[in-house]
């Protein structure tokens, strides 16, 4: 599923060659980029205006970024991309990470927890279908403590923005979470039944 | 000769003689499953029972084995069923080193014949096949005799060998390599009735290919493009930077943090391994995790498998914990085989952490049945147990002494040591718990006036038929379709085509759209949401089992085949049906189609069916054969069939799902083949057989 929020890159837009330092410094940026990728990560622009060094002050970052965020960026930032969270924007390579990652990273980098299972649940609920097990937020790469989960559970319970997001659990004690704009509650369970118990039964 | 070595391996352990044979014709048969079936055929009279002298065991490989092939490490063995209805003809795989050890050795089937008075084993290398005395190895465990005969034979000698419940005759019993690899099917059981101990195979031959460059080729196109991880699972079972889905179910278990917590020099962690990095594979599947839960990371020395396969979905692990059982402390196996017998306790006694007591039992347990050479039936004869313990039969069957010696409560005290006094008196002829281990049918015949029509209808037992079968995979998978899958075969189906579909990771809509493209519309409903049966199904479901007929006579893994799916997204996520021929071609040098080939593959199938009318004794399969059990149609009571929730059968449909299915194979509305469909087979024989046996 493409996600609205990102944005792939054209070659218009180059911002010309007459500054040589700024062919530099996109350069470097995009190395940035990648490297941060390449683990995995998502580069916020708050942390990518921690590495602005010499030869690439704030208002350079500013402009090679825009040229990523307005989808017309110069030859380096090519194989840039940005996904917006709710608390920043982050940056990736898309030549080596996919947007739903990069969106998942996106999440997880913006520490909202509720946000995050409700749109992971939501997303998984719609498209494949199926719920969201607990051990799925629990693992990598969310990491979230089965604590944390079950309060996460609770305060979900009482707020209107997530009154759709439900728990099902299945007959081994494990639980899901599952949106009811999507599934039935009977449905859900089912489903997780199968994902929990029945398919493992069943290799 | 390229694919095919051309040469039969007979051995007869009456006489101890052994010859060499043309096997050239049965080329038409593919080889595997299909070879050793029409073998089976040609050779073993109708009415001969699983332990006479004159029972066969034919294992025979394909063309593909030897060839460098992903996942062309098996082998199919063939013979009379001992354990469901009728004793009709069954197949069994295995995996290890066997299929290149017995091509390497120079021969495409191996035949044995006869019986011997005592034990023996038959000693393979290359064209030097002698019968030896097997006095000395008698009662040893499959551990203790594959030591023994490396020892003796030599390392790298390929050992396949039963173990007590073999030589005792247990109906489930199976074949062992390399201490973990099974044959099923009770096949261990007709080599303890013909005192036949084991099997060496050390060759120094090779598999010619017509066309290596073309393999090659192929080998780095299915899998850099198209192969996922077990089962063909093609999307992570975590998110992952290349993947844009992931699955809770999929075996591509492994990501960045998770480890082979115990591989020596220390953990190994299984990162990421995108799609187009085949040599990272092997990472993928962390099956000791997906069988055992996160307990086992730290436990895991490594992932082995089969010879050829770049998958590996054995999980490794080492457990000090059994050092106090007096068993070795380190085994291997995958999916049930993970698990065979644990679930007869009641609960576990942790002991170094929480959870490591449910881990302890699970692999001790393994250890123990496969050192027994018992085989579970796909968790029937777990099932079996428990239902007899859980409903409190076994008072009422075991005679007051052997009841007696039996310290039941430490089943719910969580001593472990329950499952050896359990499994050890299972395997022992003279005990009453052995007559638990006949397989369903036979149980069911034997207590039926204790248990009555209960058992064999039972949830507790899921057989996908009353001939005493196990479901593996049936209606819990694409519903009819699954459940058809079983029907030509008279033991568990053992069809992954269309589970590894249903389970693959990739979203329903990508799923139906890609197998729509060629089965047509609504040939796969929404999981757990079944729709009425259509003609669609019926020719998704021949698909399954006739790729599983080609898989096992070419021979290929099924667990993994056919790639329906690929991992890439620049590919829609669609796979490649062709490859298989496309393989054969460059092996053989016989260009053929994929039509081609499934036709070759389906032929065994027919002759197959032709055969199991001929023992039934009536072209009755309908309501002799292909009978689901009562739980089929009763599960979810509340849920109605056809809504969203249940995998129920509805019996009118099911019914109706075998005439499209018979339809689709040629049968007649009593599902036997007719004389058109078996003329097309080039199977005139045949039909003039079942006509003479007044069948046709």
């Given at each position: 599923m493409d996600n609205p929020n990102e944005e792939r890159l054209s070659e218009a837009g180059q911002p010309g060659a007459e500054q040589q330092a700024g062919r530099e410094a996109a350069a470097l940026l995009a190395k940035i980029i990648y490297d941060r990728t390449a683990q995995n990560l998502v580069a916020p622009l708050k942390w990518l205006r921690r590495q602005a060094g010499p030869g690439m002050d704030e208002a350079l970052l500013a402009r090679l970024l825009s040229g990523v965020d307005e989808g017309k960026p110069c030859e380096e930032l090519k194989d840039a991309a940005q996904v917006r969270g709710r608390k920043d924007v982050y940056y990736y390579s898309a030549s080596i990470m996919t947007a739903q990652f990069a969106r998942v990273q996106a999440l997880i980098e913006d520490k909202d927890m509720l946000a995050t299972i409700a749109e992971v649940t939501r997303r998984d609920c719609e498209l494949y279908p199926r719920p969201a097990p607990f051990s799925k937020f629990a693992g990598y790469p969310f990491r979230f403590s089965m604590d944390e989960l079950e309060g996460a559970a609770a305060r979900m319970q009482m707020s209107d923005a997530y009154a759709d997001i439900g728990v099902v659990s299945a007959s081994n004690g494990a639980k899901a979470f599952y949106s009811s704009k999507f599934l039935s509650k009977a449905y859900a369970r089912s489903l997780f039944e199968e994902i929990e118990v029945e398919s493992r039964e069943w290799q | 000769m390229n694919g095919w070595t051309g040469k039969l391996l007979r051995v007869n352990l009456t006489t101890r003689e052994t010859g060499v044979e043309s096997?050239?014709?049965?080329f038409g048969y593919v080889g595997g499953k299909g070879m050793a079936t029409r073998i089976l055929y040609d050779e073993v009279p109708a009415g001969v029972k699983p332990y006479d002298p004159e029972s066969k065991v034919v294992m025979a490989v394909g063309p593909n084995s030897g060839s460098s092939a992903p996942c062309s490490g098996r082998t199919t063995l063939c013979f009379l069923s001992t354990f469901t209805k009728g004793n009709a003809v069954v197949d069994a795989h295995i995996g290890g080193d066997v299929a290149t050890q017995l091509k390497a050795c120079g021969y495409d089937a191996l035949i044995i014949e006869g019986a011997s008075d005592v034990p023996v084993y038959i000693n393979v290398k290359d064209d030097k096949v002698t019968v030896e005395d097997a006095a000395a190895l008698w009662g040893m465990t499959t551990t203790e005799t594959t030591a023994a005969l490396c020892d003796k034979e030599g390392t790298g000698t390929t050992v396949m060998s039963i173990g007590k419940a073999g030589e005792n005759m247990i109906n489930l019993s199976c074949v062992i390599t390399g201490v973990a690899h099974c044959a099923g099917g009770g096949v261990g059981a007709i080599f303890g009735s013909k005192k036949l101990k084991a099997i060496c195979l050390y060759g120094k031959g090779g598999t010619q290919v017509a066309d290596p460059k073309r393999v090659l080729a192929l080998n780095n196109y299915v899998m850099s493009d198209l192969m996922g991880s077990n089962n063909n699972h093609v999307v992570p079972n975590t998110p992952q930077s290349f993947s844009e889905y992931d699955s809770p179910r999929s075996r591509w278990t492994g990501h960045p943090g998770l480890t082979w917590g115990a591989a020596p020099g220390g953990p190994v962690d299984t990162g990421e391994s995108a799609p187009g990095q085949p040599t990272l594979m092997g990472y993928r599947c962390q099956k000791a995790v997906f069988d055992?839960?996160?307990?086992?990371e730290k436990y895991t020395t490594k992932m082995i498998g089969c010879?050829?396969?770049?998958?590996?979905?054995y999980g490794a692990v080492s457990l000090p914990q059994l050092k106090k059982f007096g068993r070795n402390t380190t085994h291997a196996n995958t999916c049930l085989g993970n698990n065979p017998y644990g679930g007869l306790m009641k609960a576990y006694t942790d002991f170094e952490e929480e959870g490591d007591g449910k881990l302890t039992a699970s692999v001790y347990s393994a250890i123990l049945a496969d050192d027994l050479g018992l085989w579970d039936n796909y968790g029937e004869l777990k099932a079996t147990l428990n239902y007899f313990m859980d409903n409190g039969y076994m008072e009422k069957i075991l005679k007051p002494e052997e009841y007696a010696e039996?310290?039941?409560?430490k089943r719910e005290s969580g001593d472990i040591t329950f499952i050896a006094d359990i499994l050890t008196r299972v395997c022992d002829?003279?005990?009453?718990?052995?007559?638990?281990?006949?397989g369903a049918y036979f149980v069911d015949k034997q207590y039926h006036d204790l248990i009555g029509d209960d058992y064999i209808n039972s949830a507790a037992l899921t057989l996908w038929s009353t001939i005493g079968a196990k479901r593996h995979h049936g209606n819990e998978c694409a519903a009819q379709v699954g459940m058809l899958t079983n029907v030509v075969y008279n033991r568990d189906g053992m069809c992954h085509t269309i589970v590894n579909i249903t389970g693959s990771g990739l979203p329903y809509h990508l799923q139906r759209n890609i197998v729509e493209e060629r089965f047509g519309k609504g040939c796969l409903d929404m999981p757990k949401n079944y729709t009425p049966m259509n003609e669609a199904k019926a020719r998704f479901a021949k698909f399954g089992v006739v790729r599983q007929a080609l898989h096992d006579s070419f021979t290929l893994c099924n667990w993994v085949w056919p790639?329906?799916?690929?991992?890439r997204k620049e590919r829609g996520y669609k796979g490649d049906l062709s490859v298989e021929s496309q393989y054969f071609s460059a092996i053989t040098g016989k260009e053929t189609s994929e039509e081609e080939l499934d036709f070759m593959a389906e032929r065994g199938i027919q002759l197959a069916r032709a055969m199991t009318v001929k023992t039934y004794g009536t072209r009755d399969m309908r309501h002799e054969h292909d009978v689901i059990p009562e739980y089929a149609y009763s599960t979810e009571p509340d849920v109605p069939v056809f809504t969203e929730g249940t995998v129920k059968m509805e019996k009118e449909d099911w019914q109706l799902a075998l005439s499209m299915f018979y339809k689709e194979f040629g049968w007649d509305e009593n599902g036997a083949p007719t004389r058109e469909t078996l003329e097309k087979f080039d199977l005139k024989d045949v039909a003039d057989d079942l006509e003479a046996s007044g069948l046709l």
């Open positions: - | 096997s050239e014709k049965y055992h839960g996160m307990i086992a010879t050829s396969c770049p998958v590996r979905c039996i310290d039941w409560s002829k003279n005990h009453t718990l052995s007559t638990l281990a006949q790639m329906t799916f690929s991992p």
